[in-house]
Nanobody, 126 residues
Framework: QVQLVESGGGLVQAGDSLRLSCAAS????????AGWFRQAPGKEREFVAA????????YYADSVKGRFTISRANAKSTVYLQMNSLKSEDTAVYYC???????????????????WGQGTQVTVSS
């Protein structure tokens, strides 16, 4: 089991940018696919972005495509979510997730992930 700690959330205005980080407690983070999900108040958790263990494959939700970028630095056991042109509808708690896998694939379903962080709040004021 890997522990994940998110950071970088905060209160920003519409149009601003934020970069979220997710630090993993394992040195072999290169064996893990990773993803970002979010949950707004009163709504179901939803997929945001995913990345394969090597970083070659990425997927995005349509709502963030072109604005958000997922990346990773395996030497630092960290995955990032760069969020640009933020909108009020991006307000949510953002969760990082990881899955130990030998498959070079980016997983988009929450049930596919084994480990989750505690989340970081992102609030975008309009």
């Amino acid at each position: 089991q890997v522990q994940l700690v998110e950071s970088g959330g905060g209160l920003v205005q519409a149009g601003d940018s934020l970069r979220l980080s997710c630090a993993a407690s394992v040195r072999t983070f290169s064996s893990y696919a990773a993803g970002w999900f979010r949950q707004a108040p009163g709504k179901e958790r939803e997929f945001v972005a995913a990345i394969s263990w090597g970083g070659a494959i990425t997927y995005y939700a349509d709502s963030v495509k072109g604005r958000f970028t997922i990346s990773r630095a395996n030497a630092k056991s960290t995955v990032y979510l760069q969020m640009n042109s933020l909108k009020s509808e991006d307000t949510a708690v953002y969760y990082c997730a990881a899955k130990l896998t030998s498959r070079s694939y980016a997983y988009t379903e929450g049930y596919e992930y084994d480990d989750w962080g505690q989340g970081t709040q992102v609030t975008v004021s309009s």
